[in-house]
């Protein structure tokens, strides 16, 4: 009987089991077909969908190529002089300059508006004695630079053209992890170049530039950029400018799965400066930050990670006006999270000098809400206006490497040459003199010696305070006279 029972069930069983099969069999075919579709649509689209449709690059791509120029830029490289001991025993010492090389470089460029501005890296074109682009077309045109940022490594430049292809400008801050993006650009010369890759990271910080102003809020991406593709676009899929390429991270040079671009919203703020002021207005909050780990965390007995902690606030700076305190740790700037120095920096960045901004900052584990009125880096809300720094009467350049290694020093302009009579002269600098700083203010570019005299603009008495060191390491001191 026993046996007979579990016959039985085994007969109900196997009846319910041919009656859904032959259910599924009628309705959706054949059930081999189903376990097809079940196992091998995930895998199929795993790498390649974004909501669940194929990701397709060519719209983005034909958006972009169009609208991203290759920059060439030639450089004038002084030759060491020559001296001819021979000559020099018979005759005296002679010296025999030799003309200057020309040297060329390449690299991309965005265009912003139709008539021909275009955006680019400092690095692409600093310190170029032309430039010049060339469209996707093959249309070549000759290049002004309008104004360059070394602090965030951008430049804007300026053609003689109408009916330009342009690109739209997204916001960086919509970028997802994981997004999928297009690099375009020029790499070793190839033009009109894409590769695809996604969204690795934001606000990356990987101390790249140079200065105490500096900015670096990148995005990471694994889109392949080589050598060339610098000042090129970052484009979503729906064809929009997010980012601006800027370097790669590798030991040889060349692409090895990391890239770095700065952000829209950096750039759009940057180039509305130099476009219009034609030098980029830095608001400060004045304080000095760093970011928070857990044993740091543990150190000042915090209890967030996220966010700037504020290690000092200078003094007759916005933070110190609106009662910011060491100690404080910045959360949120306009109501948008901050969660890293990086992100603090981009974010301010994004402001003027004299616009109010709201602060949300923890203290004692308790939140706080501050306005804070931006300054400028001399303490006030003035306009800086870019400020022609031959009017010194002298040519000053960046230090090299090797120069910055044998003086001990990270930072300094070199003057290269006085004119006769200039400012310059008259305040007895010579040439080959080092500039540390200028009115108790750092400068590592031409740049910041431009901001630094145009905020002389009303005062009484203008003059220049310049610390600095000769050629051997001595440290001299100077005023120049910057009245009229």
């Known amino acids: 009987m026993k046996h007979l029972k579990e016959l039985g069930i085994l007969a109900v069983v196997a009846a319910v089991s041919a009656g859904v099969s032959c259910f599924y069999v009628k309705n959706f075919g054949k059930t081999e077909n189903v376990i097809i579709q079940e196992t091998k649509a995930p895998v199929q689209y795993s790498a390649f969908t974004h909501g669940g449709e194929p990701v397709d690059f060519t719209y983005a791509a034909d958006q972009s190529v169009n609208a991203v120029v290759h920059v060439m830029t030639t450089y004038e490289v002084q030759q060491s002089r020559m001296n001819d001991p021979f000559l020099e025993y018979f005759f005296g010492e002679r010296n025999f300059q030799q003309a200057p090389q020309k040297r060329q470089a390449s690299g991309s460029g965005v265009i912003l508006t139709k008539d021909g501005y275009i955006v680019t890296n400092n690095h692409v074109v600093e310190g170029a004695s032309q430039v010049s682009v060339v469209l996707n077309d093959k249309r070549q045109f000759k290049a002004d ?31 997802k992890v994981g997004e999928w993006v297009l690099a375009v650009g020029n790499p070793f010369n190839l033009t009109s170049t894409v590769t695809a890759g996604i969204v690795s990271a934001k606000a990356r910080n990987i101390n790249i530039l140079s200065g105490d102003m500096k900015i670096e809020s990148f995005i990471q991406t694994d889109a392949a950029v080589n050598p060339g593709n610098s000042g090129g676009a970052l484009v979503n899929t729906r064809g929009e400018l997010v980012g601006i390429n800027a ?24 180039v509305a400066d130099l476009k219009e002021y034609g030098t980029v207005q830095r608001a400060l909050l004045g304080v000095q930050i760093q970011d928070i780990n857990a044993d740091f965390a543990k150190e000042k007995n915090l209890k967030t990670m996220e ?12 933070a110190k006006d609106a009662g910011i305190k060491e100690g404080d740790v910045i959360t949120h700037i306009e109501g948008q999270k901050v969660k890293s120095v990086s992100e603090l920096q981009e974010k301010i960045s994004r402001f003027r000098p004299g616009d109010k ?49 044998s003086l001990g020093i990270n930072y300094g302009l070199q003057v290269t040459s006085v004119e006769k009579g200039g400012r310059f002269q008259q305040a007895g600098i010579p040439k080959g003199y080092i500039i540390l700083r200028i009115n108790n203010q750092k400068v590592t570019s031409t740049t910041d010696v431009e901001s630094i005299i145009s905020t002389l603009k009303g005062e009484q008495e203008k003059a220049l305070f310049i610390s600095g060191i000769l050629p051997n390491g001595k440290v001299v001191y100077y005023a120049v006279d910057m009245n009229e």
């Open 145 to 175: 630079i309008v104004g360059t940022d070394p602090t965030t490594d951008l430049a804007l430049l300026k053609v003689d053209a109408k009916d330009l292809p342009t690109l739209p400008i997204g916001n960086s801050d919509d970028l």
């Open 247 to 270: 370097a790669i991270a590798s030991q040889t040079g060349s692409y090895t799965g990391y890239a770095f671009a700065i952000p829209t919203t950096i750039m759009s703020k940057v």
């Open 357 to 405: 901004v709201k602060v949300t900052l923890t203290r004692n584990g308790k939140l706080e809400n501050v306005t804070v009125t931006l300054k400028n880096m001399m303490g006030n809300t003035n306009v800086v206006k870019n400020y022609d720094a031959s009017q010194l009467g002298a040519t000053l350049t960046p230090l090299t490497d090797k120069q910055k290694s």
């Open 307 to 318: 966010g700037a902690y504020v290690a000092a606030v200078g003094e007759n700076s916005a």
